[in-house]
């Protein structure tokens, strides 16, 4: 089900050609860029990490402009995530390509700004529990507010190779925690 929060598609999401996958390999690689910005933004924006390509080339407001009536093929959509894929910014959940997760921020990215939400809160030093980085009080209103855990466990691993956050789990294996530790 995607949410719809006023999204601002740019022009050539009004104009008929861009459903069409071009022939010219120069035009094209411009169409799948245009295509793969607005992939990443529209997902940053609506806080959609896992994009189904099927369900959404028949349904989401992105892939089909029911205005102009023009919607992307299947195979548009899965070369839009193929280049995004190539970038680092998609990755394939499956061999059939039914679903992609959608990286519109890299893992660095979001542990940074993890890290940075922890010191403006001062927990650098504290220990905070996965839940409280992703739905407690303190990230409401924030990126972090709902993130997936596997993109949180993703951040937290980038912390801990730049030795500023420890992870670890209770003794009875009913919490995970995480540790901020000061530059060194």
Same mark, same amino acid.
């Given at each position: ?14 104009f008929p050609p861009s459903y069409t996958l071009q022939p010219v390999k120069a035009t ?64 394939? %959940?499956?061999? *059939? ?5 959608? !990286? ?7 542990? /940074?700004? +993890? &890290? ?6 001062? %927990?650098?030093? *504290? ?5 409280? !980085? ?7 209103? /924030?990126? +972090? &507010? ?39």
């Open positions: 089900n995607i949410l719809t929060m006023s999204f601002v598609f740019p022009p050539f999401h009004s094209r690689a411009k169409q799948l860029q245009l295509w793969g910005e607005l992939l990443r933004e529209y997902c940053r924006q609506q806080k959609v990490f896992v994009v189904p390509v099927r369900e959404w080339c028949s349904s989401s407001e992105l892939f089909w402009n029911k205005k102009i009536d023009r919607r992307l093929s299947v195979e548009m959509a899965l070369a839009i995530i193929d280049f995004l894929a190539q970038t680092g910014h998609a990755t394939w %959940l499956d061999p *059939s390509k039914s679903s992609a997760k959608i !990286l519109w921020r890299t893992p660095n990215d979001w542990a /940074t700004i +993890l &890290y940075s939400w922890a010191n403006d809160q001062g %927990l650098v030093g *504290s220990v905070c529990t996965l839940y409280e !980085l992703t739905e407690g009080d303190g990230v409401q209103g /924030t990126e +972090l &507010y709902g993130l997936p855990a596997e993109v949180l466990s993703e951040a937290l691993q980038v912390l801990e190779k730049q030795k500023k956050a420890v992870v670890f789990t209770s003794e009875n294996n009913s919490a995970q925690g995480v540790k901020f530790l000061a530059p060194s």
